[in-house]
């Protein structure tokens, strides 16, 4: 279990996009506030799976789709929000992170809503505790599974926000922030749009 969430976690997506984006911009504690808003936000898709709804989200049309709009809409606005980022040129080194990221708690919910809102959590939630773990296992276990689960999540993508806050990188890269930020907002946007057209 431990090998197969880590590489899901390590897979490309809205959160690793989120997690290195406000790393490289806000600097290492907006990262992982961000990694730790994903982290709480399985909490979600461990207690609908270990109460056997996990099957029920995924062969429900209705439930899909409203994730689905759910999901994309939210990606679509942090596309929007990053296609609009301007330039700050006249700030000095790490200013303009302490700047836009003084709210822990919008990091958090931020990293919380992006994971929450994966519309492809069901599925892969469902895999899980249909190959690996069962949802008729002891509630203390399976809140184990679930910790540890949130634990893999955490340490990866923390790893992420250090690694993209080392300062040689950083400092490189902090000059063309609001090309980061446009990029960004560009992949979010195209991941948004195929999320709202694919069929789940």
């Not at 200013?95 to 599925?123: D, E, M």
């Amino acid at each position: 279990m431990t090998l197969v969430h880590l590489l899901a976690a390590a897979s490309p997506g809205p959160d690793f996009a989120l997690v290195t984006r406000q790393s490289l911009l806000h600097g290492r504690k907006a990262g992982i506030l961000a990694s730790l808003g994903i982290s709480i936000g399985l909490s979600i898709h461990i207690i609908y799976s270990a109460a056997g709804l996990a099957a029920v989200i995924a062969h429900s049309s209705e439930w899909m789709t409203v994730i689905k709009l759910a999901g994309g809409g939210f990606l679509i606005f942090l596309g929007v929000k990053g296609l609009r980022s301007r330039p700050q040129e006249s700030l000095p080194f790490g200013t303009r992170g302490n700047v836009v990221a003084s709210s822990s708690l919008r990091q958090i919910t931020t990293g919380f809503l992006c994971n929450a809102l994966n519309p492809k959590a069901p599925i892969y939630f469902l895999s899980l505790f249909t190959v690996v773990l069962s949802p008729d296992l002891p509630l203390p276990t399976l809140a184990i599974y679930g910790a540890w689960i949130m634990l893999l999540q955490m340490f990866w993508f923390t790893t992420v926000a250090i690694f993209f806050t080392h300062d040689a990188i950083r400092k490189r890269i902090i000059k063309v922030g609001h090309w980061i930020d446009r990029a960004f907002g560009f992949a979010m946007l195209a991941l948004g749009i195929r999320v709202l057209g694919s069929d789940l």
